[in-house]
């Protein structure tokens, strides 16, 4: 399971400097912040406060 997060992250993580480079700042910088909380690293939605 941590490894699809860590692969979404990532793909988050670099469609989003992908689209602040095409020009939309605020879905860039939004994609990144998402990529940055789903990975394993982050604060990941999708694990228990165990």
């Known amino acids: ?3 699809l997060l860590w692969l ?3 793909i988050l993580v670099i469609v ?3 689209t602040l480079i095409q020009g939309s700042v605020i ?3 939004v ?3 998402v990529g940055l909380l ?3 690293g982050g ?3 999708f694990s228990g406060r165990d």
Request: glycine share 14%; aromatic share 0%; no cysteine.
């Open 1 to 3: 399971m941590s490894m």
């Open 8 to 10: 979404a992250a990532v």
């Open 16 to 18: 989003g400097i992908i």
């Open 27 to 29: 879905l860039g910088i």
């Open 31 to 33: 994609l990144i912040v």
């Open 38 to 40: 789903v990975g394993p």
């Open 43 to 45: 604060v990941s939605i």
